[in-house]
Antibody
Framework: EVQLVESGGGLVQPGGSLRLSCAAS????????MSWVRQAPGKGLEWVSV???????YYADSVKGRFTISRDNSKNTLYLQMNSLRAEDTAVYYC??????????????WGQGTLVTVSS | AIRMTQSPSSLSASTGDRVTITCRAS??????LAWYQQKPGKAPKLLIY???TLQSGVPSRFSGSGSGTDFTLTISCLQSEDFATYYC?????????FGGGTKVEIK
């Protein structure tokens, strides 16, 4: 059974940093397209970043240059390093796996989310 | 980035009603469109992909159609468990984007 468990959220001051983790089970992170999707309080969904099975990474313009997606194959875990955080980065961050291991762009599996609050 | 526009942003309906939600892309995306359902406090759930392919386990009262720039999600006979927010998402571009969402509320 595919499971995704996010952790690492919390309260951080503007300009600060935070690293989110997504521990996966039931499949191999490095063999799949993995993304982070966020949702600001009371707002819609926003795709943040993806890492392909081959290692290529892409980012939404709103986070490019500030966020870095990565994975640890030995721990079967996905990460999101978030630097220079802003109030508008406040959101629930979801880890999501592509529907197909070959990569498709559709989010077939989701974690429960972790809340990041950027505030002084 | 490709912009996805959903309409309406919210609607009120009764159990048993037929509901249609529209999603428009700012440029042609072929059939690279997915629909998700999200309930309060929960992660989104995939309903439909490739514009009209029903995800495994999703009730057949959900259907999707369209290609190019205009797409629809239809719920043929609204059930109590269908009251939720629905999002479209394009995956034509590697820069993935969602629509703003449509909240389906009880009339």
């Amino acid at each position: 059974e595919v499971q995704l468990v996010e952790s690492g959220g919390g309260l951080v001051q503007p300009g600060g940093s935070l690293r989110l983790s997504c521990a996966a089970s039931g499949f191999t992170v490095s063999s799949n397209y993995m993304s982070w999707v966020r949702q600001a309080p009371g707002k819609g969904l926003e795709w943040v970043s993806v890492i392909y099975s081959g290692g290529s990474t892409y980012y939404a313009d709103s986070v490019k240059g500030r966020f870095t997606i990565s994975r640890d194959n030995s721990k079967n875990t996905l990460y999101l390093q978030m630097n220079s955080l802003r109030a508008e980065d406040t959101a629930v961050y979801y880890c999501a796996r592509d529907l197909y291991s070959s990569g498709y762009g559709v989010f077939g599996y989701w974690g429960q989310g972790t809340l990041v609050t950027v505030s002084s | 980035a490709i912009r996805m526009t959903q309409s309406p942003s919210s609607l009120s309906a009764s159990t048993g009603d037929r509901v249609t939600i529209t999603c428009r892309a700012s440029q042609g995306i072929s059939s690279y469109l997915a629909w998700y359902q999200q309930k309060p406090g929960k992660a989104p759930k995939l309903l439909i992909y490739a514009a009209s392919t029903l995800q495994s386990g999703v009730p057949s009262r959900f259907s999707g159609s369209g290609s190019g720039t205009d797409f629809t999600l239809t719920i043929s006979c609204l059930q109590s468990e269908d009251f939720a927010t629905y999002y479209c998402q394009q995956y034509y571009s590697y820069l993935l984007t969602f629509g703003g969402g449509t909240k389906v509320e009880i009339k």
